[in-house]
């Protein structure tokens, strides 16, 4: 009897496969089987995706492919068709097969015709994902990839349910501005903050629609405020002092470096216009930069160099991951200092901490020096497990290329960041899924309508992303002429 149910078992799960063997439709007549998977643009093969994600729609290489026909089918039920020069299909239709085979896989089938007749390549399997992603889009700057001058730029959001994008702010509507160093409190755009170089910078804090626009510099501290992250009331926000140089280097497979001739951190009173410092963190001979706020709000994670010789020993500079505790009632720092990864140990440095907000991990870029990974080729995602102690790299989401700027979403399962792994030469955004024990899944570019035309025809890179959880909302007109009035809020420093 055993035997027998054993039996019946494998017959049905045999019929279940077979019934998911997809095949082309029947508008493509006698298929060429190929062993192989299709050459598509974007890489969507084995790649996870949240629910409710914009589709998948993808080019297929060559320029000898007349028409492609594409069938998906949902583990759980459901299909969907598309026939033409592209695999492009309805965005609600689309939708209704992630929700149906949530926590089920996605299985594709590309057939296309060549002069000599139609070919079928091997299926492959989209996952959607149990974890949902519960955010509206994403924020970016959009900038081309140059050196000198600031050339167009701007702050951009997109909805991630389709392929809507938004202007935040442009910088043609101010002559001369570069804007940049966009940051949200917990994927949430009512606290929001970034910085305005040029001849009219300035520091914008946005607040429940209230703005105000801090003088750029502050003389007592040597610079001006730079790459904030927010505390978790919106009452603080962190940043970073920064005396930035670039220099260009004379070997062919490396570009630009930037280092800082000196950096300090301190944490900003939004209530009080009051800078907070601390000869703990602003010390003479380290660099300290990137701080960012636990999820708790009590603890502030930073990193710390020994400050070189520039620019004859920036390759000398390897940074650590350091924290130090914070009081918000009192506004105070911790009277001692911790290293939790000391990166120049093993000859490297660590850049763009970011935690998790369930308070689990910390994600950062390893280097082998400095800290603007952007430029860096060997540059990875590894993650630090707060609970054990232990840092590894992200295996599955790292390229041959620099993968950097990352931030989480607000449940924690899912992470944005750059990568130029398709040329080498533009940064673009991709999004992968991190499990509860920092399990990753293989990261999938961020959909367009028609990805190929887009990212062909596009001369802008992607940088510091994050996600929002609905759309920002903001007066570009009416902040363009306050930037330019020049109205500025003073900062005291205590």
């Known amino acids: 009897m055993r035997k027998s149910v054993i039996h019946i078992g494998r017959l049905l799960g045999a019929m279940w496969a077979v019934?998911?063997?997809?095949?082309?439709?029947?508008?493509?007549?006698?298929p060429v089987r190929v062993a192989q998977l299709p050459p598509i643009f974007p890489d969507y093969v084995e790649v996870t995706v949240p629910v409710g994600i914009a589709p998948l729609n993808f080019n297929l290489r060559g320029d000898d492919v007349e028409a492609v026909d594409v069938v998906v089918k949902g583990e759980?039920?459901?299909?969907?068709?598309?026939?033409?020069?592209?695999?492009?299909?309805?965005?609600?239709?689309?939708?209704?097969?992630?929700?149906?085979?949530?926590?089920?896989?996605?299985?594709?089938?590309?057939?296309?015709?060549?002069a000599d007749g139609w070919r079928q390549f091997n299926d492959f399997r989209i996952h959607v994902s149990q974890y949902p992603l519960?955010?509206?889009?994403?924020?970016?700057?959009?900038?081309?990839?140059?050196?000198?001058?600031?050339?167009?730029?701007?702050?951009?959001?997109?909805d991630l349910a389709s392929f809507d994008e938004y202007e935040i702010i442009d910088n043609r509507r101010m002559p001369g501005g570069c804007v940049n160093c966009h940051t949200a409190n917990r994927t949430n755009p009512s606290t929001f903050v970034f910085h305005v170089r040029g001849e009219h910078g300035a520091t914008m804090i946005q607040r429940d629609g209230q703005r105000e626009w801090l003088k750029a510099?502050?003389?007592?501290?040597?610079?001006?405020?730079?790459?904030?992250?927010?505390?978790?009331?919106?009452?603080?926000?962190?940043?970073?002092?920064?005396?930035?140089?670039?220099?260009?280097?004379?070997?062919?497979?490396?570009?630009?470096?930037?280092f800082d001739l000196s950096s300090d951190i301190f944490v900003y009173n939004t209530a009080t216009h009051e800078i907070i410092t601390d000869s703990l963190v602003m010390t003479p001979d380290w660099s300290e930069n990137c701080p960012v706020f636990a999820p708790d709000g009590r603890t502030m994670y930073f990193l710390t160099c020994?400050?070189?010789?520039?620019?004859?020993?920036?390759?000398?500079?390897?940074?650590?991951?350091?924290?130090?505790?914070?009081?918000?009632?009192?506004?105070?720092?911790?009277?001692?200092?911790?290293?939790l990864f000391n990166a120049p140990?093993?000859?490297?440095?660590?850049?763009?901490?970011?935690?998790?907000?369930?308070?689990?991990?910390?994600?950062?870029?390893?280097?082998?020096?400095?800290?603007?990974?952007?430029?860096?080729?060997?540059?990875?995602?590894?993650?630090?497990?707060?609970?054990?102690g232990e840092a590894k790299p992200l295996d599955a989401v790292n390229s041959p290329r620099a993968d950097s700027y990352h931030n989480w979403s607000e449940n924690s399962r899912w992470i944005v960041f750059t990568s130029r792994r398709d040329d080498g030469l533009y940064s673009r955004l991709y999004?992968?899924?991190?499990?509860?024990?920092?399990?990753?899944?293989?990261?999938?570019?961020?959909?367009?309508?028609?990805?190929?035309?887009?990212?062909?025809?596009?001369?802008?890179?992607?940088?510091?992303?994050d996600f929002t959880k609905e759309k920002v909302r903001f007066d570009a007109y009416k902040a363009i002429g306050e930037i330019m009035s020049d109205g500025r809020v003073e900062t005291k420093v205590r």
Request: charged share 20%; glycine share 8%; proline share 6%.
């Open 19 to 30: 019934c998911l063997l997809a095949a082309c439709s029947s508008s493509v007549s006698n």
């Open 76 to 114: 759980k039920g459901g299909e969907l068709h598309a026939n033409g020069e592209m695999a492009q299909f309805d965005v609600d239709q689309w939708h209704q097969l992630t929700e149906a085979n949530q926590g089920a896989d996605l299985i594709v089938t590309v057939c296309a015709r060549y």
């Open 134 to 158: 519960e955010e509206w889009g994403l924020t970016y700057r959009r900038i081309p990839p140059g050196y000198e001058v600031y050339s167009h730029m701007g702050l951009y959001q997109r």
């Open 217 to 258: 510099r502050n003389d007592l501290l040597g610079g001006s405020m730079v790459y904030p992250y927010w505390h978790p009331e919106g009452v603080y926000c962190a940043f970073s002092t920064n005396q930035t140089r670039q220099g260009f280097h004379v070997v062919p497979d490396e570009r630009i470096e930037v």
């Open 306 to 339: 020994r400050q070189q010789e520039y620019p004859s020993h920036f390759k000398d500079e390897k940074y650590a991951l350091c924290r130090i505790g914070f009081d918000p009632e009192k506004g105070q720092f911790a009277q001692h200092v911790d290293t």
């Open 345 to 388: 140990r093993m000859g490297k440095s660590l850049t763009w901490p970011r935690p998790s907000y369930d308070g689990r991990f910390v994600l950062f870029t390893l280097i082998d020096y400095g800290y603007f990974s952007i430029w860096h080729e060997e540059a990875d995602q590894w993650l630090l497990d707060l609970t054990t």
């Open 431 to 465: 999004m992968a899924s991190v499990d509860e024990n920092g399990k990753a899944t293989k990261p999938f570019l961020l959909p367009q309508k028609n990805p190929w035309q887009y990212y062909d025809e596009t001369v802008y890179a992607f940088n510091t992303p």
